[in-house]
């Protein structure tokens, strides 16, 4: 095996390099070297390299086991394990095997400052996430009682609690507590519903069946009298009295609009003229055989509503008998705004005159 000590390189035999190689190396390179490696190497690098490698490398670098670099500058492209770069966006992971170009929605990161959120109107049921702490790195959690609907806007739980809320209060649908005491049933539905009552002025048992009938029976606390917060009592007849009762409105069964409720409880269907300030009674006397009335002041002629003419006085002339005719009528002349009256005698001495009496509301 020949051994070189100067700077001229020979490649017809394996030589040992104890020095710089200085130049182009043309061929494989097999084992160590110890020292600087100036130049190109085309060809293949067998064995360790302790110092600097300065240059450009065409082809790839295989390394096995373990390559510790303090400082590492990629230029083009990061192949995976998978012999591929990844797309714009990816993130580099390890599946236990290799590592792998992954999309970042696909990552399970188990610490982040921020997610990515998404609008979303699906009619359909998404789990609401909660954590254990409201600080901190926590686990993403869901229940699978805990829903909402993002079309329909419902969101399902096992119960709902109003902060400060206790069982004697209910939920409104405004997110408010009502405190109010009502009625509370106990027993079994059973063809028949038995409700136990309590309160002030109330206190007895109630029943309902299934066809819809309710009835309430008092046993105490009822009275006749008008007295303040207390039931009405109701005598064997089914009656009741307690002084004055106020409401809304009355109806009574079998009533119609058209009648007009009694103080003795009876209906009246009689038709009544109303009254008002604004309806007022004429009346007075007229000489001759054709006469007028006009409206009184603040009315008009469309305002008449009655109008009774009758006679006063008659002067016959000669004989009355079976051939004489006498007549009194009146006709509303619109035109004129003015009520026409016509009296006249076949046997007629004199004018005669008449007395009417006019009614008109507005």
Known sequence: MAQYFGEEVIFNEDIQIFK???????????????????????????????????????????????????????????????NTFGSSGQILSSDGTKTSWINASSANVGSATSIGINLDSTNTSRFITFVDTSSGNN?????????????????????????????????????????????TASGTLSNTLTMNTSGTGLSGSATYNNSGNATFTVASNATSSNTSSTIVARDSSGNFSAGTITSSSFVKSGGTSSQFLKAD??????????????????????????????PPSGFAIGDLVGFIPSRRIIYFSGGVDGNDTMYNYYSVDSGNGRIEVTSYTSEQRDTPSNNWLAIWRK
């Open 20 to 82: 710089s190689v200085i130049g182009n190396v043309t061929g494989n390179l097999t084992g160590d070297v110890t020292g600087n490696l100036i130049g190109n190497v085309t060809g293949n690098v067998t064995g360790n390299v302790t110092g600097n490698l300065i240059g450009d490398v065409t082809g790839n670098i295989v390394l096995s086991g373990i390559s510790t670099f303090q400082d590492l500058r990629l230029n083009g492209k990061f192949f995976d394990g998978s």
């Open 139 to 183: 686990i993403v959690k869901v229940d699978n009682d805990l829903t909402y609907n993002p079309s329909t806007n419902s969101l399902t739980a096992g119960s709902f609690v109003k902060s400060g809320g206790t069982s004697s209060q209910f939920l409104k649908a405004d997110g408010s507590a009502d405190s109010t005491s009502y009625i």
């Open 265 to 294: 409880g009876s209906s009246d269907s009689t038709s009544y003229m109303n009254y008002n300030t604004n309806f007022t009674v004429t009346y007075g006397t007229n000489s001759g055989n054709t006469t007028y009335v006009y």
